[in-house]
Nanobody, 127 residues
C-alpha cells in the first residue's frame, strides 16, 4: 500500500476554481506504477467516483457529473496526482479523497476496491 495526503480544499463561490493535490509516499514501488483516482463524499451521501488516471497516462475517466469541468493529472517526478476543478457548483461540496491501487481492483474496473486512501480534504462551494 501507499500513504496518501490530500491538500488544496477550501471555501469557494459557485463558478470558482480549486486545485487539489495528493502526494504519495510509496515504499518498494515507484509512484508511476500506481493507478490513481479521486472520489468524493457529500454530507449524508455515499462516496462517489470522480476521476481516475492510469499509470501510463493513457487511461483517464471522469464521472459524468464533472466531465468538462474537472481535470485529473499526475506528476510522477513529484509523486503527485492533482484535480483541477473549474466552474464549481454547490453540489460539488464534499470531502475529496485520493486513492491508489497496488492490486488488481483498478485493472478490473473496480475503482471502489482501490486499496490505499487518503484522509480527505473538504471542498465547500457556496451559492
Amino acid at each position: 500500500q501507499v500513504q496518501l495526503q490530500e491538500s488544496g480544499g477550501g471555501l469557494v463561490q459557485a463558478g470558482g476554481s480549486l486545485r487539489l493535490s495528493c502526494v504519495a509516499s510509496a515504499s518498494g514501488r515507484t509512484f508511476s506504477s500506481y493507478p490513481m483516482a479521486w472520489f468524493r463524499q457529500a454530507p449524508g451521501k455515499e462516496r462517489e467516483f470522480v476521476a481516475t488516471i492510469g499509470s501510463r497516462l493513457t487511461i483517464i475517466y471522469y464521472a459524468d457529473s464533472v466531465k468538462g469541468r474537472f481535470t485529473i493529472s499526475r506528476d510522477n517526478a513529484r509523486n503527485t496526482v492533482s484535480l483541477q476543478m473549474n466552474s464549481l457548483k454547490p453540489e460539488d461540496t464534499a470531502v475529496y479523497y485520493c486513492a491508489a491501487d497496488s492490486g488488481s481492483s483498478w485493472t478490473r474496473g473496480d475503482y471502489y476496491g482501490m486499496d490505499s486512501w487518503g484522509k480527505g480534504t473538504l471542498v465547500t462551494v457556496s451559492s
